[in-house]
């Protein structure tokens, strides 16, 4: 399919690969000079306080100082990251699959990493790219391979175990390296944002003619006569500095995309059927061929990673602290020099001389001791004469430029802290503006994880596992950055964490954790030993825990009595509500039954006594509702005034008709008198 939309041009054919790639790199050059070479330039002289007659603002300008303030603000931003990033010791960290149920091999994966970049200078190399993206705007480092020989003492026995041997142990193996890379060395293609996205990238600098003869004795590069480069003060580091021209090769590494007629061209086996194929290309002073081969990493990836200071949408080339500095810099060092300027006016003594009356050959200068001759009297022929008082605004001016460079960039000093904000430097005003500085901070943090450190660190590991299976076991490991807070950060939150300390008594349970967190987060020599104690000293001690188990079980019989007691009452409590239940059940019984004893009791046969006996029984029946009356009330009637006197009222005039005949029934013991009181 490829081979019927592509159709290779006749051109092309004719053209070698390492043309084709320095043709490239010459476009790319000019984009990069054109657009970027001159600020890149004099964002270098800048921080370094180089002067150069391209920066003065005024024709009349005399002094030559630079302001420190750029300086401060890159410095200080720089310090921030590495401290976050490397602050705590360990700055990077991988992920375990959750079903793995060996852990030891993440761990010792991670251990040996850590190692292997301590002993290859990995946090020099990635400091000097964080100074790169501060003042450029864009930090870039080289993923390179090197065959090194480990060597190591130890001994071995010898004549059989009677003597023993003392001497080395070489170990030949491969470790990766990071090498910065300044950008006017670093070429990429100018449509792209990303080293990914691009056709390729190629890194173009000088480097000494011995170690490319060493790596051609080593079948890295292909044999063949390297000669001295010509110069070129486009690629030097510091272009202000004499150049060194003898023994020096320029190099250029091509990491991308090459068409795959070209490569093939060369001898080299390409398994894709593709346009364009990935490669590696080197070239020796821009047309002696010394490498090209497929990308051999197992990965597919380029051995670059680049991260932009602040990200400028749609460009590879980020912002860095020196061009958000730069105007309010500018503006500071043209203050000064015209400050320093006007003092060389007003300070330098000066004289006016009326110069027909000095004589012949005389010299018109002012020093001590000097003997100045004049045709006359001196006082009218001399005059002191000055330019006036340099002006006190400058100093305030020079203050406020000062601060601007410092609101510009994000960077802070002692100095700088108090009245950021509201003009004095209370403690609302400094938390408010550190607030806003350490979010700027933690911005650029995280864009220079995910960017650069992180893809370093999975593309280190791909190597090391490539070339060294037998340290490093291969497996896909998920790698995180365990970077912290900054030095500032870490301060504004400790002083947070003290007011907060301050609200609360001590015997809190948050107390020792908010200790615990303070000391962890002060750069303490000993502050892992601190923690240390204190973790131990919160864990009880055996007697503390027995007293502790005693007083808990102490607890809980106290409990288990109390519930008992309580339970015990309430079974108390159910029999008193049954019995009560009962009785008021019965009660109706017992009335009926006292009704008709009452009824019966005294009576004999004839009319008489039937009615006496209905007599009773409408006796009986009002004495009977006023009973139950009597019981509704204490059932729980509300005790009121007026039902009160009401039960009052009802009871009083039924209590002689129903006490009356109880009595006469009582009191009936004589059958005469019973009916001779009736009649």
């Known amino acids: ?151 190591a003492p130890a001994t071995q026995p010898i004549m059989g175990g009677d003597l023993t041997a003392v001497g080395v142990n070489i170990t030949d193996r491969i470790v990766v390296k990071l090498k910065p890379v300044l950008p006017q060395n670093f070429l990429i293609d100018p449509v792209a944002t990303s080293i990914e996205d691009a056709m390729g990238v190629a890194i ?99 051995p670059v990673v680049a991260f932009p200071w602040d990200v400028v949408p749609g460009r590879f080339w980020g912002r860095g602290v020196c061009e958000k500095g730069y105007n309010s810099q500018k503006a500071l060092d043209t203050e000064l020099r015209a400050r320093i300027d006007a003092l060389s006016l007003t300070i330098h003594p000066m004289m006016a001389i009326d110069a027909t009356r000095l004589p012949r050959g005389a010299k018109p200068e002012v020093r001590p001791g000097k003997m100045i001759l004049t045709n006359g009297d001196p006082r009218e022929v001399l005059q002191p004469f000055n330019f006036g008082q340099v002006n006190q605004i400058t100093f305030a001016q020079a203050a406020a430029l000062q601060q601007m460079v410092q609101q510009a960039t994000g960077a802070v000093d002692s100095a700088g802290i108090a009245g950021q904000v509201n003009g004095e430097a209370t403690a609302a005003g400094i938390s408010m503006s550190l607030g806003a500085i350490i979010k700027r901070h933690k911005r650029t943090l995280i864009n220079f994880q995910q960017s650069f450190l992180l893809p370093f660190v999975t593309k280190a590991a791909h190597r090391y596992m490539q070339f060294d299976p037998e340290n490093y076991p291969v497996a896909d490991y998920k790698f995180n950055a365990t970077s912290t807070l900054g030095i500032i950060a870490r301060e504004y939150e400790v002083t947070q964490l003290v007011q907060l300390l301050q609200t609360m008594q001590q015997d809190s349970p948050l107390y020792p954790v908010l200790i615990q967190s303070i000391i962890d987060n002060m750069n303490l020599s000993n502050r892992e030993e601190l923690i240390a104690a204190m973790q131990k000293a919160a864990q009880p001690g055996p007697q503390a825990q027995q007293m502790a188990m005693a007083a808990q079980q102490a607890q809980l019989q106290f409990q288990e009595a109390q519930t008992a007691a309580l339970q015990g009452q309430a079974a108390e409590f159910q029999a008193r509500a049954g019995k009560l239940t009962v009785e008021t059940q019965l009660a109706p019984q017992e009335l009926e039954i006292d009704k008709i004893e009452a009824i019966t009791r005294n009576l004999k046969e004839g009319d008489e006594d039937d009615k006496e006996f209905e007599r009773r029984m409408r006796i009986a029946e009002v004495a009977l509702k006023e009973k139950n009356i009597n019981n509704q009330v204490r059932k729980g009637a509300p005790s009121r005034a007026n039902d009160t006197n009401r039960n009052e009222q009802l009871s009083r005039p039924n209590q002689p008709s129903v006490q009356r005949p109880v009595r006469q029934i009582g009191l009936t013991g004589e059958p005469g008198q019973g009916t001779g009181g009736q009649n």
């Not at 600098?205 to 490319?212: A, G, L, M, P, R």
């Not at 051609?216 to 390297?226: A, D, F, N």
Request: glycine share 6%; proline share 4%; net charge negative.
């Open 204 to 302: 173009d600098e000088f480097v000494s003619k011995h170690s490319v003869e060493l790596l051609q004795e080593q079948g890295v590069y292909r044999e063949g006569l390297i000669e001295s480069a010509a110069p070129d003060t486009d690629l030097e580091p510091d272009q202000d500095l004499t150049i060194y021209n003898d023994d020096k090769v320029r190099l250029t590494k091509y990491y991308g995309l090459v068409p795959r007629e070209l490569l093939e061209a060369e001898g080299v086996d390409v398994e894709s059927n593709s346009m364009y194929v990935e490669a590696i290309v080197v070239i020796a002073n821009g047309g002696t061929l010394l490498k090209a081969e497929a990308n051999p990493y197992m990965m597919g990836d380029r």
């Open 1 to 151: 399919m490829a081979e019927s939309i592509y159709s290779p041009d006749p051109l092309m054919i004719q053209e070698s690969l390492e043309e084709w790639v320095i043709t490239k790199c010459e476009d790319w050059r000019d984009y990069y000079e054109s657009n970027y070479e001159e600020k890149f330039e004099e964002y270098y002289r800048l921080w370094r306080g180089q002067w150069d007659p391209v920066d003065s603002e005024r024709a009349s300008e005399r002094s030559r100082i630079i302001s420190p303030a750029l300086q401060q603000a890159v410095e200080s931003n720089v310090a921030e990251l590495e401290e976050a990033t490397f602050g705590r010791g360990k700055w990077f960290d991988i992920a375990d699959d959750m079903n793995d149920p060996q852990k030891q091999d993440v761990q010792y994966l991670r251990n040996k990493l850590t190692e292997d970049f301590e002993s290859c200078k990995v946090r020099k190399a990635v400091a000097e790219c964080l100074i790169n993206a501060a003042v450029f705007g864009i930090g870039i480092g080289e993923v390179v391979l090197e065959e090194i020989k480990e060597m």
